[in-house]
């Protein structure tokens, strides 16, 4: 699953799940209250988490500064995720300063999250080379649970040659949680993951 602060009050225990992302940062001004409990409830429930910065249109190193300065304890520990989405986009090559900064500070590659258009609306061939693909593609808007299988048509990921993770729900539902909540599958072992 993927939550944020729209999740506020899901308890973590309740819901399965092998892994969690959550919503850690924006811009350069607003931090998620709920980001440090998800993450703490995944730890000490010994299950695999990420941490993600949505993009803004602001300057793109500053916003990567904002990230580690709020997440660095994170890094090394759980995988962070760039999200690129309309809001913020500013461009491969801005994506790719974010991205390169964080690697400059961390030593940790993030994971870049976008809608399966976006693989091809913009050139990603220097950011595909180092970070690896999490991309959205519904089949349609129906509820449903965890798929093992979920629709992924063949075709492009522009410059990648597949995706590390795949949201193929935004209407998810499951047992401990009475809303929707976005859910993922992701193409590596629990090894894979912390590397």
């Known amino acids: 699953i993927d939550i944020s602060d729209y999740q506020k009050g899901i308890d973590l225990v309740r819901v399965p799940f092998d892994f969690m992302i959550c919503k850690a940062t924006e811009g350069t001004s ?6 440090d409990h998800y993450i703490q409830t995944c730890k000490k429930l010994g299950k695999l988490w990420g941490f993600y910065h949505f993009m803004n249109k602001v300057d793109p190193i500053a916003q990567a500064d904002y990230f580690y300065k709020h997440c660095k304890n994170y890094f090394g520990h759980g995988v962070p995720v760039l999200d690129y989405e309309m809001y913020g986009r ?9 991205l390169d900064r964080i690697y400059e500070l961390t030593g940790v590659r993030c994971i870049v999250y976008m809608s399966r258009s976006v693989c091809t609306e913009e050139d990603w061939s ?10 959205a593609q519904y089949a349609d808007n ?9 629709w992924l048509p063949g075709g492009s990921f522009g410059a990648w040659k597949s995706c590390a993770i795949h949201q193929y729900s935004s209407h998810g539902r499951l047992d401990g949680y009475n809303g929707d909540l976005d859910l993922d599958i992701a193409f590596m072992t629990p090894e894979a993951w912390m590397k």
């Not at 607003?30 to 980001?35: A, Y």
């Not at 500013?90 to 974010?98: P, S």
């Not at 129906?142 to 979920?150: A, E, F, K, N, R």
Request: net charge negative; proline share 3%.
């Open 126 to 135: 220097d950011v595909a080379k180092d970070y690896a693909l999490w991309v």
């Open 142 to 150: 129906s509820s449903t649970g965890y798929q093992g299988d979920p």
């Open 30 to 35: 607003i931090v998620h209250s709920t980001c």
């Open 90 to 98: 500013i461009g491969a090559d801005g994506a790719k300063k974010f």
